[in-house]
């Protein structure tokens, strides 16, 4: 049987890619992909605990948050369509127009 | 054969108001879609349905629903109906801003109330799940309501950061949340509070990691420096009634959630969140204040200064008692009526293509519209927090509880900082009384932006006047739990 730190250090690892990904990549799409990329850490982790822990509750949660990252993904991609129209490019670095 | 069981429908009882407020929400859209030309119809709904909702919640008695995970307790009552007066204020200034910009109806109003849903669950909320989905409830629909005028210079840049910065705040509380339950066995809320102290975690260092996350993920969501560089920009790009409701209720949603976390959930590790919040509320207030000086822009500034009023409200929540808490909810009260009385006055002055809020724009407002720059007058008054409005009592009761939980030098720099914050907020003054008018041409308001103005006077001095009643009502509500 796989230990559980091993579940939780993947998970750590999971969310910490995501996290250098959100915060370097310039690119809308690329962060969007970062964004999931934590949220699947912690489904990992919840996951792994609910096994450990004998719980169903980290299980249910997971479905929960399965859902609103496919909600939140619609919004998301939605939000860089408009942008692309707006300024033909979905850079972080040239949407600097409010500043001050 | 499979009998099945009887489904109790008195479960629902405890979420009515909010199951009247979905259905209003798919009934906007239909009206909006089957009957475009009864599209009048549809702020009258939005406020019809609130109002039901609002003497529902106020009504309702104490109840526990589902198994402990919806709360309708003293606490989530003030939260929810700071939310929903600010649904009801908002629906009845977008009148005006409807004749401004051309905007889609029938999403805009379904939108707010699906938002407003995700708000009264997160008051409600008695468990890490439910908190999770009202959260996302109501900032998924604000993320669309910021880009939702798609011909705006900057609605979608503004959209995008908030999108982005909202995320990512989220992912973080959800990591927090998951070492919460991995800890503690359980995700509901109360359970967490007595597995931390009969196992004694408050010194374990995965603990702490899951406290620093969850304060990360919800200073981004209150707009708490140093997690609050969103704030401006988000607020200056998004079409003005929309940055109205979202400097209130979300806000004031932010902080049930800070509340639910903190104040319900880890009361055992207040030895370590209150110190790190007391610097945060004090970097906070700082950077909100000595940023909204240099501001010509005064939507820009007004949000600077919301980022500085959630540094004084912090202040509240940090004392980690009960009269702290309750200061802090006052204080959103009075913030409700202060903060869209200011939005109001400037939506007046904001022209159709999004110009006309510069500060340049409100020179001589007192000569165009007498009554306009009166109202002004005493919404800077109170967010100055000068006597008798009500922003000076919010303030008094906050600096109160921070002073009796032994936060002295945090109160001192709050005090400190609040001087500060009188320059730039009585400069709006002077250029609407000392200078002439750029403009001559009068200043057009509906019915509705009338109302909203009369509501939100009567509610700034009548909290100022009458001081103790709020407090009463909130201190009540919460010794109820």
Not at chain 2, 80 to 91: D, E, G, N, R, S
Not at chain 2, 128 to 135: A, D, F, K, P, T
Not at chain 2, 190 to 206: H, K, P, T
Not at chain 2, 447 to 462: D, E, H, N, P, R
Request: proline share 3%; glycine share 10%; charged share 10%.
């Amino acid at each position: 049987m796989i230990p559980l730190s091993w579940y939780i250090a993947l998970s750590i690892m999971l969310f910490c890619v995501g996290a250098c990904g959100f915060l370097t990549r310039r690119n809308v799409i690329i962060m969007l992909l970062s964004l999931e990329l934590m949220l699947n850490g912690v489904n990992l982790n919840l996951v792994a605990l609910s096994y450990y822990l004998d719980s169903v509750r980290g299980q249910l949660f997971t479905f929960f948050i399965i859902t609103v990252a496919a909600a939140e993904a619609a919004i998301g991609l939605g939000i860089a369509v408009t942008l692309y129209r707006s300024r033909r490019s979905v850079h972080v670095d040239t949407i600097n127009q409010l500043k001050g | 054969m499979i009998v099945p069981a009887a489904i109790d429908w008195s479960v629902i009882v405890p979420i009515l108001p909010e199951l009247l407020l979905v259905g209003v929400a798919i009934v906007l859209i239909g009206l909006d879609l089957f009957f475009p030309d009864q599209r009048q119809l549809l702020p009258w709904l939005t406020i019809v349905g609130s109002l039901c909702a609002l003497i529902m919640v106020l009504g309702a008695r104490p109840a526990v629903g589902f198994g402990g995970m919806f709360l309708l307790d003293g606490y989530a009552v003030v939260f929810k109906t700071i939310c929903l007066a600010t649904v009801i204020m908002t629906a009845l200034m977008s009148e005006q801003f409807r004749n401004l910009i051309r905007m889609r109806q029938g999403e805009y109003y379904s939108l707010l109330m699906l938002s407003l849903v995700g708000m009264l669950l997160i008051a409600s909320a008695g468990d890490l799940m439910v908190l999770y989905l009202g959260l996302e409830l109501m900032a998924l629909p604000i993320y669309a309501l910021v880009g939702l005028h798609k011909q705006g210079r900057w609605t979608s840049e503004a959209a995008v950061k908030y999108f982005l910065t909202g995320g990512f705040a989220s992912a973080l509380l959800l990591f927090g949340m998951s070492l919460l339950y991995g800890l503690t066995g359980t995700t509901d809320i109360s359970q967490i509070a007595e597995a931390i102290s009969v196992r004694q975690l408050a010194g374990n260092s995965a603990m702490l990691a899951a406290l620093g996350l969850c304060l990360v993920g919800c200073c981004f969501k209150v707009a708490v420096a140093p997690f609050h560089f969103w704030t401006p920009d988000v607020y200056e790009g998004a079409p003005t009634v929309i940055t109205a409701f979202m400097s209130v209720a979300p806000k004031a949603a932010g902080f049930a959630l800070f509340g639910r976390i903190f104040f319900f959930g880890l009361p055992h590790l207040h030895d370590h969140w209150g110190p790190i919040l007391a610097v945060l509320a004090l970097l906070t207030m700082a950077v909100g204040n000595i940023t909204a000086l240099c501001q010509r822009n005064l939507k820009r500034m007004l949000a600077y200064s919301s980022v500085a009023h959630a540094g004084y409200a912090v202040l509240g929540l940090l004392a980690g008692t009960a009269e702290g808490m309750a200061a802090t909810m006052t204080y959103l009260v009075i913030y409700l009526f202060m903060n869209l009385g200011a939005f109001a006055i400037l939506m007046l002055l904001t022209s159709a293509d999004g110009s006309g809020d510069t500060l340049d724009d409100c020179k001589g407002l007192a000569t165009r519209h007498p009554l306009a720059a009166a109202m002004m007058l005493v919404f800077l008054f109170s967010l100055t927090g000068i006597p008798p409005t009500g922003g000076f009592i919010g303030k008094f009761y906050l600096l109160k509880a921070a002073f009796m939980a032994g936060y002295t030098l945090t109160v001192v720099g709050a005090v400190l900082f609040s001087a500060i914050s009188a320059y730039f907020y009585l400069r709006v003054i002077r250029y609407m009384y000392m200078n002439d008018p750029v403009q001559q041409t009068g200043l057009v308001a509906s019915s509705g932006m009338y109302a909203t103005l009369v509501l939100c006077l009567l509610g700034v001095l009548g909290t100022g006047i009458f001081p103790g009643s709020l407090l009463n009502w909130t201190v009540a509500l919460l010794a109820g739990l």
